[in-house]
């Protein structure tokens, strides 16, 4: 497609549900990353993928949070047993190749948790 | 630890006072500094990505800048349509193995007609 496309693009769920994530990167781009941004905050690096590498999971926040990547294209981010403070826009962005190469984000997923 | 602190937090100007926003950074082998522009509800919006210090950028009323420790953000004859926050987020080196960006805060302008 054109850009990163999220979805949904709102999401409202109950204290300890699961919820998915999904995220298509731009065709053709090997690497991807999800970052997270509670309401008035800076963004909070996630999980990062490239390629068939390992990925990157050092800013997951908890167990509860976890991504896959499959096909080196379409990835999921899945958090389970949601909490309030969950609450936030999850953000997906992807890039071709890694260093120093532009980083373009989705609109989000907007995510609160009653 | 890679840190990026922009100043100020907020900043109120009247269409046409020309300013500039600041990224102070610490990061381990800068590979590339990038400012992003967002609006209410969407996502970042690519703008300049800097290598090396003395660098510069420009696009439209926007000039993006590079030192050692810093970079700004001129914004020259500002327009309403320029209210956003603007983001500043720094990658580090090869070496670090690290290739996710570490973003500031943001500092959220206002351009009053």
């Known amino acids: 497609g054109a850009g990163v496309s999220q979805s949904p693009s709102n999401k409202v769920t109950e204290k300890g549900k699961d919820v998915e994530l999904r995220c298509d990167p731009i065709s053709g781009h090997t690497a991807l990353y999800w970052y997270r941004q509670s309401l008035g905050q800076g963004l909070e690096f996630l999980i990062y993928f490239q390629g068939n590498s390992a990925p990157d999971k050092s800013g997951l926040p908890s167990d509860r949070f976890s991504a896959e990547r499959t096909g080196g294209s379409v990835s999921t981010l899945t958090i389970q047993r949601t909490q309030q403070e969950d609450s936030a826009v999850y953000l997906c962005?992807?890039?071709?190749?890694?260093?120093?190469?532009?980083?373009?984000f989705g609109e989000g997923s907007w995510l609160t948790v009653v | 630890e890679d840190q990026v602190t922009q100043s100020p937090e907020a900043l109120r100007l009247q269409e046409g006072e020309s300013s500039s926003l600041n990224c102070s950074y610490t990061?381990?082998?800068?590979?590339?500094l990038f400012w992003y522009r967002q609006d209410p509800g969407k996502g970042p919006e690519f703008l300049f990505t800097?290598?090396?210090a003395g660098e510069e950028k420009e696009k439209e009323r926007l000039k993006a800048t590079l030192t050692k420790k810093e970079s700004f953000l001129h914004i020259t004859a500002p327009k309403p349509e320029d209210s956003a926050t603007y983001l500043c987020a720094v990658q580090a080196g090869v070496d670090t193995g690290r290739r996710a960006l570490t973003f500031g805060s943001g500092t959220r302008l206002q351009v009053q007609p």
């Open positions: 990061v381990s082998g800068l590979r590339g």
């Open positions: 962005a992807s890039s071709f190749g890694t260093y120093g190469n532009t980083i373009y």
């Open positions: 800097l290598y090396s």
